[in-house]
Every structure is written in structure tokens, then in C-alpha cells.
């Protein structure tokens, strides 16, 4: 090719001076991005930098109120997803959207169904969705249901799904997230091959090691804004990581052992039935010690959510709880609650917070029968505000005041205040179940801190995340969970998110190691 | 509190553009009918021309609020942890008529007498609610559909009970079945020494103005310390804005189901005892239906707050006052019906709007005071 016809090549996309403002925020501002067609092109920052806000303008969820968008040099202006579609646009969602009930075929033409005299065209659907995926090198079985797909084949159909709609131009949005190492390397796989067909793949993520594995180009956006372009071939993860944070990583390492002999928590042969044949939990017995976090690795919904209602009292379950030497088994929630356990919810907007209520009132929940909370009959308005005072202090929730609405917080904020809370009144023990998921750089240093300090204090804590850095980081010992069964019992000191990976999908058998 | 009074105004203002549109929604359909609004607007304030009849028309306002404003509370208390207790008409049928013959079978004096009545009434109406609480928290039934099938059931065993087991004696030719007749001690005094302390008359229509005015004062300040300072209440806001969170932070679902639907039903209980205790003397056939079922409507309208039901209450109450005004000015009285369901629906936009906007509202002041106070750092 000579230089002129490389001059001549357009963009694929193209964003010029894109803006856009929420009440109060600035969710982008200036963004400058150019897509070469042909390329896996990497955006990537820290969570709340704007990428997701970026990538609904491009896919036409919402409007920029500045700026300019081309699609192979010629302006558009998207007012649905509809119209970025029309344009070759396509977006495969980070939570996947399939009927779990429908066949692959079935979700892949759902809302394009071929037609012939009024009737669902099953042939030609067929045919197109075999070539595009032989193509494409993208196996599925067209006739299976959803819901017997694994999390990888899901996404494999949530790409077809796309290139069905005549997409050239994809955007991925934190693709990774829900896939284990192994998965990963095979979705890299498709994406090298959607490439070698001229395919466009705008990838976003925060992983540094996949992005430079993966991408051709890359774009860091930090704070709304693109601070950034550079070739993947020239830089490494660390300088990446701090062109995305604007400073030095925080590392989530523990220094010495404060694991005691004092064993806080005990589980033995919890048991709970499922709908079928299959238990949601399996004969689990572990032991957490005073100052030790016990960390749970595990693929989303192998008993994780379960495994932690059960110890809460929240969903009934077979066999025998104990803490600090009490059996309590058959207690309440409350009376759990009271007598030590602490709880930082998987999700905080669904079971840590009272959004339409004040801060102060979110800080009294699970706290309604004990001090300074409580007050006889009475909610005591006065210390609990007080007390409000004091963790926004000590773990620097920025708020206006105690008299806020919970929702007005960032994420990263209502997870430093549930922290504080579920810290308050000297719990023995805590359950912390992904607990800086969808926090900021800054915040995740934070609660880490915390959960440190606490440990060195004395607290047994069970950590469940998927954050497998987060998990080897601060753990003392691993147990991987898999279809409700506790699999392996590993030595974070010397395991690898890939060996890892391999036990929490079952490629590795279980073996007992430590 | 700057951010709370925001609030409240927001709430008011919504509150009063959903009413004038109500009102001039309503402007169409009298003209349509053949009537002049404007004509039907001074009705509506057409308190009559005589000092007798303005004393009258302001006790029948009053008295017709009192009602009105007890349903709204118990309403609202299943409404805040989203307990839809449609049954508060069977309960207040079936423990006005318990309360009614419960205390015609003694006589005391009125301050044991009345007290009684009293607790008669919340007790029946409390076990009445207490049905579908129980099959609600062990065999999951719907509330809503427990209660509606509920309703049937009391106003009809009201009117047996009435006609069989609890009917009184009556006198040759008269129609109206009722209970026997309170003794003179079950007679709550009446509030018209009010009238005379404002220079006017006292009313003389339906027993004066009804002295429960007072009871149900009592009982709304009552309910608002309880939902708004205790515990209890706090358990209650908690479960209606967000269940799974107040399942996990302790609070057990099936107590909180139970006590606040009983709670409902032993407020429900009260709102036929204004009219029992106040004018009938009795619970007859004639007693005053439908009370229930406009309680939910003054509870929404009321945004199930007790100053809010207050207002709601007074405003319904002011609405079908206007009813007997507005047929002398030769409008059809069914328009306060319009009225009254344009507003309701058109509040409950309204409030709909007006609480998404404050939120947003919130979460901006709250970004814009953080943008202020936190210094913006500086990067590479």
C-alpha cells in the first residue's frame, strides 16, 4: 500500500470535542478518539471516568451536548440505538441481555426475525447465523437454550447477535469481567479473528494486562476527559495504570500474619436444597480465626450469594453455624446481628441501603436495637447523627451532611459509609462480599485500609469478590467454590489468577493443597 | 432544614397545580353537562345564608374530615411499607357495629363508658386485619385480594347482625334496622361551645360538632411520633423503601407484616365511632359506607403522611359538602365525584413528578456542594 491510499483510508469512527453534562457533573468533556477500521481499539480508565457514558453516546443512548461524531467520515447524529445500528454500530452489553428460555437461534433474530408470509423463517436464519459463525470462528450450537450456555458461549452469542444485525464496528463493553482467564483467552481468540475480517472492536476495559494483550490501540480517559493515545507496543501495565489514575496504584497486599488460634466463625456441613437435584450448597465447613480473612473465589452464582445468606440467617440451611463458640444456628438475623456479625451486602443498592432515606437513617439500619441507635422504644435522632458524623470522618464519605439522601452519594462514597457502619459496634465478625465493586481507585485504597486495620484488630472476615487481585491480595487463605461445594483450599502466598481461574471453573480439580 | 423544606414545598406546589388542573378538567365537564362553572366554583364556598346554616355547613364539614382522616391514617400505615390494606371497610363496618353493641349491653360512666366503646372497636378492627396478615405471612395470599373478599364478608355480617344477633328494639312502622341504643354516658360531648367562642351560633344539625374531632387529633400526633421517632416506625420506612434491606439488617418480614396490618385495622376500627358516638346513638342501616374505600384515596392524596392526610381529609370533606350547594345552583352533585377522582389521579402524578424531581434535585445540590468543597486535584 502506498502512502496515498493509507491517507485515503477512513476512520472508522471518529469523536471530536464530545461533551457531556449531568446535573451537577461533567460526565465527559473534550473527548478526542480516532478508531482506525481494522483494529481492536482499547478504551480504558478507572471505574466513573466516563467510559460507559462515552460508549452510550456512540451507540446512541443518549446525546452528546457537544462535538461531533463520523462513522467512516461522514457525520451522524444518533437519536436511538436504532440509528448507530443502521450505521453498523454494534454494543455487546457487560450484563449479557438474553431470554435465558429461548434457543441461541431464537435470542440471535430476536427483534430481526426473517419472515416468509408472516412466519418465523428458521431456515434462513439458520443458514446465516452457521456462516457468519463459521466466519467468524465463533462455535455455538444454534438449537441449545440460553440457559444451559455457559458464560462464554453467552457472550459468543451476544456478538453473533450483533454481527446478525450487520454490525462492522463493535463495541464491547468490560467484556472481561465476567469471564475466568481461560474464557478470556478465547474471547481474545474471536476478536483477533472478527479483526483479520476487517471488522472495527472498540474494547473497554480496566484490565491493563488484557488490554495490552489484546488491543492495537489506546485511549485513557481519566475524569471525563481523553488524557491519552498510545501504542500498546510502548508502554507497559504500570505506566498505563498511572496515565489512568493520575498517581501510583494502590496495591491491595497484606503485610504480615495476624491470623490467632481462636477460631471466630465456624461452619460445618451446611447443607441447602435447590429447585432440581442439585444443591446450592453442599456439605460447606469451614473455620475463620480471630484476624484472618478466609476468601471465597468462585464463578458468580456457585453458591457465593447463599453461602453468605445462610451464615446471615437470611435463607434457611442444614447444618451448624458457630460463633465465637455459640451456636447459632438457630437464630435470628437480628440476634445474629447483635451478637457480632457484620455484613457488607454483594449489592449495595439492593440490600445495604435505604437510598430515599438520609445518611444518617441508612446509618441506623442494622443498628435499630443496639446503641447509639437506640433509645428504649425510641430511635435515638441525636447520637445516631453524631455517630453519622463520625464515620463520614474516620472514613471520609464526602457528603454534605449526615441529612442527605443516600442516593445523591457516589457509589464509592455509600460503600465507605456501609463500611463504617458494618464496622460500628465492634463486630467479631464480617462478611464482605465484594466490597469495592464499582468503587473508584481512591475508595478501593480505603476500604482495603479498613479491612486491614480490622483484621489486625482481632476480626475474622469472610471476603467473597471477583476481583481475583483483590482476592489473593488480601486474603490469608482461599477456598474456591464451585456448584456449591468448597473445591480447594489454596495458599494465596503462591497461587496465580490463573491457576486460580482454573480451579473456580472446574478445569483443575479439586485437591486439597495448603 | 433547607433540603427538607425543598422538599415539602415542591410536594405543595405539585399538590396545588394538580388541584387547578383538576378544577378546570372539571370546568369542561360542567359545561359540557349544561352547567357554569363559575356558577358551580361559588357554590362550592357557599356555606349558606343564615348564621344557623353557615354554623351547620362548617360542623358537617368537620364532622364529614373526621372520618375521612382516621381511614387516611390507617391506610397509610400498611401504604408505608407497601401493605395495601384495601380491607379497612369491612374492618371499621364490623367494629363499628361490635363497638356499638358491646356498649349499649352496660352502662358506666362516660369515662370508663367511652373508653371502652373505644377499644372495643380497635380490638375487632385489629383481629379483623389480623386474617389476612396470618395468611399473608404463612400461606403467602396477596393482601389485596384477602382484603377485598374480607370487605364482603363484614358488610354483609354487619347486616345480619344488625337485622339477627345485635338488633335492637324498633318501633312500629319505622324501616331502618339498628342496634340497641347507647346509654347517654356513651355520648361523646359535643364541640359547640367552639362555635360560641368564635361569636357565632352553634350548629344544631347531626349532633352538633362531633367532640372525636378531638380523639382523632390525639391519634394523628400519636401515629406521627410512632412512624416518625420509634423504632417501630423506623422498621416500617425501612421494609417500604427497601425490603431486601431491612431483611438483611434484622428486621423480621412476617412481624413487620403482622403488626402494621394490625395497627392498620385497629385505626380502621375507630372511623365509624365519630358518627356512633357523635349523632346515631347506634349503628343502623343508614351508617355511613364507603368511608374505607375513600381512605385509601385520602391517604394517597395525603402522600401517607398525617399532615398530609389532615389536609387531604379536610379537602375531601369540603368537596362533598358542596354536594347539597351545588344541586340548589342546579348542577348535578355527581361533579364533586369528578372532582374528587381528577384530583387524586392527577395528585399522584403529581407527586410522582415532583419526588423524582427532588431527588435529582438532591443529588445535584449534593454534587455541586462537594464540587465546591473538595479541592480538584491536580493531575499530570
Not at chain 1, 483477533?192 to 472498540?202: D, S
Not at chain 1, 490467632?260 to 453442599?282: C, F, I, N, Y
Not at chain 2, 381512605?295 to 347539597?324: C, T
Not at chain 2, 410522582?352 to 435529582?360: D, G, K, Q, Y
Request: hydrophobic share 45%; glycine share 10%.
Amino acid at each position: 500500500m502506498s502512502a496515498d491510499t493509507l491517507a485515503t483510508v477512513k476512520p472508522a469512527v471518529e469523536l471530536e470535542g464530545i461533551t457531556k453534562r449531568f446535573p451537577g457533573v461533567v460526565a465527559n468533556h473534550d473527548i478526542r478518539i480516532t478508531v482506525q477500521p481494522g483494529t481492536v481499539h482499547a478504551i480504558v480508565g478507572e471505574n466513573g471516568a466516563g467510559k460507559s457514558t462515552l460508549m452510550k453516546i456512540l451507540y446512541g443512548m443518549q446525546k452528546p451536548d457537544e462535538g461531533t461524531i463520523r462513522v467512516n467520515g461522514a457525520e451522524v447524529s444518533f437519536r436511538t440505538p436504532s440509528d448507530a445500528i443502521a450505521v453498523g454500530i454494534g454494543m455487546v452489553h457487560q450484563h449479557f441481555m438474553l431470554a435465558d428460555n429461548f434457543t441461541v437461534l431464537e435470542n440471535i433474530v430476536l427483534g430481526a426475525e426473517p419472515k416468509r408470509a408472516g412466519v418465523l423463517d428458521t431456515g434462513k436464519a439458520r443458514r446465516r447465523i452457521v456462516e457468519l459463525a463459521e466466519t467468524h470462528g465463533l462455535r455455538v450450537d444454534p438449537d441449545k437454550l440460553v440457559e444451559d450456555l455457559g458464560v462464554g458461549d453467552r457472550q459468543r452469542v451476544e456478538i453473533l447477535k450483533v454481527l446478525y444485525r450487520g454490525a462492522r464496528i463493535l463495541i464491547l463493553d468490560e467484556p472481561t469481567a465476567v469471564l475466568v482467564p481461560q474464557e478470556v483467552e478465547e474471547l481474545f481468540q474471536n476478536l483477533r479473528e472478527l479483526k483479520a475480517e476487517g471488522l472495527t472492536v472498540i474494547f473497554i476495559s480496566h484490565k491493563l494486562d488484557e488490554v495490552l494483550d489484546i488491543a492495537d490501540a489506546i485511549t485513557v480517559i481519566r475524569r471525563g476527559t481523553t488524557v491519552a493515545s498510545v501504542d500498546p507496543s510502548e508502554v507497559t501495565a504500570r505506566q498505563l495504570a498511572e496515565l489512568m489514575v493520575g498517581s501510583e496504584l494502590p496495591t491491595p497486599e497484606t503485610r504480615e500474619s495476624t491470623v490467632t488460634d481462636t477460631v471466630t466463625l465456624k461452619v460445618s456441613e451446611l447443607t441447602m436444597p435447590g429447585e432440581g437435584e442439585r444443591l446450592l450448597l453442599d456439605d460447606v465447613s469451614f473455620e475463620i480465626h480471630q484476624g484472618e480473612i478466609l476468601g471465597i473465589a468462585g464463578v458468580e452464582g456457585n453458591g457465593q450469594s447463599e453461602l453468605i445468606e445462610a451464615i446471615m440467617g437470611i435463607r434457611p440451611a442444614q447444618g451448624r453455624i458457630e460463633l465465637t463458640g455459640q451456636d447459632i444456628t438457630t437464630w435470628s438475623t437480628l440476634k445474629r446481628r447483635e451478637s457480632g456479625i457484620g455484613y457488607i451486602p454483594e449489592d449495595r443498592h439492593r440490600q445495604g441501603l435505604l437510598l430515599e432515606a438520609s445518611l444518617w437513617e441508612n446509618r441506623v439500619l442494622g443498628h435499630q436495637t443496639r446503641k447509639p441507635a437506640r433509645s428504649g422504644i425510641w430511635i435515638d435522632r441525636r447520637a445516631s447523627k453524631a455517630d453519622t458524623e463520625r464515620i463520614v470522618r474516620d472514613y471520609d464519605v464526602r457528603t454534605p451532611s449526615v441529612d442527605t439522601l443516600a442516593l445523591a452519594l457516589s457509589g464509592g462514597n455509600q460503600q465507605k459509609l456501609i463500611v463504617g457502619r458494618e464496622m460500628s459496634g465492634e463486630p467479631a465478625f464480617l462478611i464482605a462480599a465484594h466490597p469495592t465493586r464499582g468503587v473508584d481507585v481512591g475508595a478501593q485504597a480505603a476500604i482495603w485500609d479498613h479491612l486491614r486495620n480490622a483484621r489486625a484488630a482481632g476480626l475474622a472476615v469472610l471476603l467473597i469478590s471477583a476481583d481475583l487481585d483483590e482476592l489473593i491480595g488480601l486474603s490469608d487463605t482461599i477456598q474456591v467454590i464451585y456448584r456449591g461445594r468448597l473445591v480447594a483450599a489454596l495458599d494465596p502466598s503462591d497461587i496465580t489468577p490463573e491457576r486460580l481461574g482454573g480451579y473456580m471453573t472446574g478445569a483443575i480439580a479439586g485437591t486439597e493443597e495448603t | 432544614m433547607p433540603a427538607g423544606l425543598n422538599r415539602a414545598l415542591l410536594t405543595v406546589a405539585g399538590a396545588v397545580v394538580a388541584i387547578v388542573l383538576a378544577i378546570a378538567i372539571c370546568s369542561v365537564a360542567i359545561n359540557v353537562a349544561g352547567g357554569d362553572p363559575l356558577t358551580a366554583l361559588t357554590a362550592l364556598f357557599d356555606f349558606g345564608e343564615t348564621p344557623r346554616a353557615q354554623a351547620n355547613s362548617i360542623a358537617t364539614f368537620l364532622n364529614r374530615a373526621v372520618p375521612l382522616f382516621i381511614a387516611g391514617l390507617a391506610v397509610a400505615v400498611g401504604f408505608r411499607m407497601n401493605l395495601f390494606n384495601i380491607g379497612v371497610e369491612g374492618q371499621y363496618r364490623i367494629a363499628a357495629i361490635c363497638a356499638a353493641y358491646v356498649g349499649s349491653t352496660f352502662t358506666a360512666p362516660a369515662w370508663i363508658q367511652i373508653p371502652v366503646i373505644i377499644v372495643v372497636a380497635a380490638l375487632v378492627g385489629g383481629l379483623y386485619a389480623l386474617i389476612p396478615a396470618v395468611m399473608k405471612v404463612t400461606r403467602g395470599v396477596n393482601e389485596v385480594i384477602a382484603t377485598i373478599m374480607l370487605n364482603y364478608i363484614a358488610i354483609n355480617l354487619a347486616a345480619f347482625l344488625v337485622r339477627g344477633p345485635f338488633a335492637g328494639q324498633r318501633a312500629k312502622g319505622e324501616l331502618t334496622v339498628t342496634t340497641p341504643q347507647l346509654p347517654d354516658s356513651a355520648m361523646f360531648p359535643d364541640l359547640n361551645f367552639l362555635f360560641e367562642g368564635f361569636g357565632m351560633l352553634p350548629p344544631t344539625r347531626g349532633g352538633g360538632l362531633w367532640g372525636f374531632l378531638v380523639v382523632a387529633i390525639l391519634l394523628g400526633v400519636v401515629i406521627w411520633v410512632v412512624l416518625e421517632r420509634t423504632r417501630f416506625g423506623f422498621n416500617v420506612k425501612a421494609s417500604g423503601l427497601n425490603g431486601p434491606a431491612a431483611l438483611a439488617s434484622g428486621v423480621n418480614p412476617k412481624t413487620m407484616v403482622i403488626s402494621a396490618m394490625v395497627l392498620s385495622g385497629a385505626i380502621a376500627g375507630l372511623i365509624g365511632l365519630p358518627e356512633i358516638l357523635g349523632d346515631r346513638g347506634a349503628y343502623n342501616s343508614n351508617f355511613t359506607a364507603g368511608l374505607g374505600f375513600l381512605g385509601i384515596a385520602v391517604a394517597l392524596l395525603g402522600r401517607n403522611k398525617p399532615v398530609g392526610i389532615a389536609i387531604a381529609a379536610l379537602l375531601f370533606a369540603f368537596l362533598d359538602r358542596a354536594q347539597g350547594a351545588l344541586q340548589f345552583a342546579d348542577i348535578p352533585p355527581s361533579v364533586i365525584t369528578i372532582i374528587q377522582g381528577a384530583i387524586v389521579l392527577l395528585v399522584v402524578v403529581a407527586n410522582e413528578v415532583t419526588n423524582r424531581f427532588a431527588l435529582r434535585l438532591e443529588e445535584r445540590r449534593a454534587a455541586q456542594q462537594l464540587g465546591r468543597n473538595t479541592p480538584v486535584e491536580v493531575t499530570a
